[in-house]
């Protein structure tokens, strides 16, 4: 184990292992440096001192949650984002060798109300698909996009990280890499593979390896990135692209993003009988237990399901 460790130490080293081998989006690296670094001036206004990683106990935690809970009205499902965070970080201690055990262990996470998922029916989902403007090279990119969100169930981080070579049409095949950069195959029904076979056709020729690109509305050329990104689109670029086209169509309601329509290729699958631990895969979960909140279904479903009884 390593010595005279503090937390602020290894914060870099912890971003670095989200990014690589964890392959999380930007997005979600920043929410974990930002509790962690909560976290760490709790301890330091706490102990006048920042105190070594080693020294770190579970009570210390308990003692940041309360005071989180108290001072701040925190939900249980922002208790449990903190949670997770602290126990991903000290994991990765443990497994780097910079403690012997982790004092998030024996932190439990509190429960949390079972919510249904926010998705769109298959009427709402046509009217989404309708609304961009196929005339242009931007609504072909956009209408690409939502196809492929909506018929694919793909997370907006493995949409934005797809390269060109990714897309198969001889197996009608994308590879996705997922949390954890593990590899899938996800299969294309025909709406995507029209659309994508669509949007090839007008992109514009550049060294990108990225499938979607960024477009400068002013002049219709690429839009440049100062930092240097070889032009994929941004995590806002994708859920403005999402939030733009549901505001023209009239449809859901101000919750639907991005991940919104993973929920709706989910749940359509599920309500066409499509066998759970089938959704799963596709889905790329891990654990079942993730995939099991599309087992709901509408009150018709379950009518019918009761009137199978009638002829026993």
């Not at 995507?192 to 949007?199: G, I, T």
């Not at 939030?243 to 639907?256: E, P, T």
């Given at each position: 184990m390593s010595p005279g460790r503090y937390l602020s130490d290894l914060l870099?080293?912890?971003?670095?292992?989200?990014?690589?081998?964890?392959?999380?989006?930007?997005?979600?690296?920043?929410?974990?440096?930002?509790?962690?670094?909560?976290?760490m001036e709790f301890m330091i206004r706490s102990a006048g001192r920042e105190v070594p990683l080693a020294d770190i106990s579970s009570q210390h935690i308990r003692d940041f949650l309360h005071h989180m809970q108290m001072d701040n009205n925190y939900r249980s499902a922002t208790v449990s984002?903190?949670?997770?965070?602290?126990?991903?970080?000290?994991?990765?201690?443990?497994?780097?060798?910079?403690l012997e055990i982790s004092?998030?262990?024996?932190?439990r996470l509190p429960k949390q109300p079972k919510k249904l998922p926010i998705y769109l029916v298959s009427e709402e989902l046509k009217k989404l698909l309708d609304a961009p403007d196929r005339d242009t090279f931007i609504g072909i990119r956009d209408y690409a996009i939502l196809v492929t969100?909506?018929?694919?169930?793909?997370?907006?981080?493995?949409?934005?990280?797809?390269?060109?070579?990714d897309v198969n049409f001889s197996h009608s095949s994308l590879k996705v890499f997922?949390?954890?950069?593990?590899?899938?195959?996800v299969p294309l029904n025909?709406?995507?593979?029209?659309?994508?076979?669509?949007?090839?056709d007008q992109r514009p020729i550049t060294?990108?390896?990225?499938?979607?690109?960024?477009?400068?509305?002013?002049?219709?050329?690429?839009?440049?990135?100062?930092?240097?990104?070889?032009?994929?689109?941004?995590?806002?670029?994708?859920?403005?692209?999402?939030?733009?086209?549901?505001?023209?169509?009239?449809?859901?309601?101000?919750?639907?993003?991005?991940h919104k329509l993973r929920h709706t290729f989910a749940t359509l699958l599920h309500m066409n009988n499509v066998d759970i631990l089938e959704i799963q895969k596709l889905l790329g979960h891990a654990a079942i237990t993730s995939t099991q909140i599309y087992t709901h279904t509408h009150s018709d479903r379950l009518k019918k399901a009761v009137d199978t009884l009638d002829d026993i």
């Open positions: 870099p080293a912890f971003d670095a292992y989200l990014q690589v081998e964890r392959n999380y989006s930007v997005r979600t690296r920043d929410i974990y440096r930002y509790e962690l670094r909560r976290f984002r903190i949670i997770s965070t602290l126990k991903s970080f000290f994991r990765f201690c443990v497994e780097q060798r910079y004092p998030a262990d024996l932190i969100l909506g018929f694919t169930g793909i997370r907006r981080q493995e949409l934005i990280s797809a390269n060109v070579d997922g949390k954890g950069a593990k590899e899938r195959l025909n709406w995507v593979l029209d659309a994508l076979r669509a949007y090839m060294e990108t390896r990225a499938l979607f690109i960024n477009i400068n509305n002013r002049r219709g050329g690429l839009k440049e990135r100062p930092e240097g990104d070889d032009r994929r689109l941004s995590p806002v670029t994708v859920h403005n692209i999402v939030k733009k086209y549901v505001r023209l169509a009239c449809v859901g309601n101000s919750k639907i993003s991005p």
